[in-house]
Nanobody, 119 residues
Framework: QVQLVESGGGLVQAGGSPRLSCAAS????????MAWYRQAPGKQRELVAG???????NYPDFVKGRFTISRDNAKNTVYLQMNSLKPEDTAVYSC?????????????WGQGTQVTVSS
């Protein structure tokens, strides 16, 4: 079993730059892809940033240039540096990790952390 624990959310003023962290613990062989998603009230969950085991990243246009995803493989941790936040970035942010075992891959979600951006 794998647990993901997020931290770093809260109330932020527009233009702020918080950093989210998500640490995995438990029975982990290796972690391939890591990602951050968000879900605002009344909206579908959407991908915010992704990073492969090799360090390649991808971002949707609405965060490109403002958000940066990174990972520390030794700590089984993924980060999301958010800059120039806007009120429309308000959402619950959740991390996702794809954990690789000897003969299969399984996905795990964090519990989510609220980020509220005030104007």
């Amino acid at each position: 079993q794998v647990q993901l624990v997020e931290s770093g959310g809260g109330l932020v003023q527009a233009g702020g730059s918080p950093r989210l962290s998500c640490a995995a613990s438990g029975s982990i062989f290796s972690i391939s892809a890591m990602a951050w998603y968000r879900q605002a009230p009344g909206k579908q969950r959407e991908l915010v940033a992704g990073i492969t085991s090799g360090g390649s990243t991808n971002y949707p246009d609405f965060v490109k240039g403002r958000f940066t995803i990174s990972r520390d493989n030794a700590k089984n941790t993924v980060y999301l540096q958010m800059n120039s936040l806007k009120p429309e970035d308000t959402a619950v942010y959740s991390c996702y990790m794809s954990v690789r075992y000897s003969d299969y891959v399984d996905g795990y979600w964090g519990q989510g952390t609220q980020v509220t951006v005030s104007s």
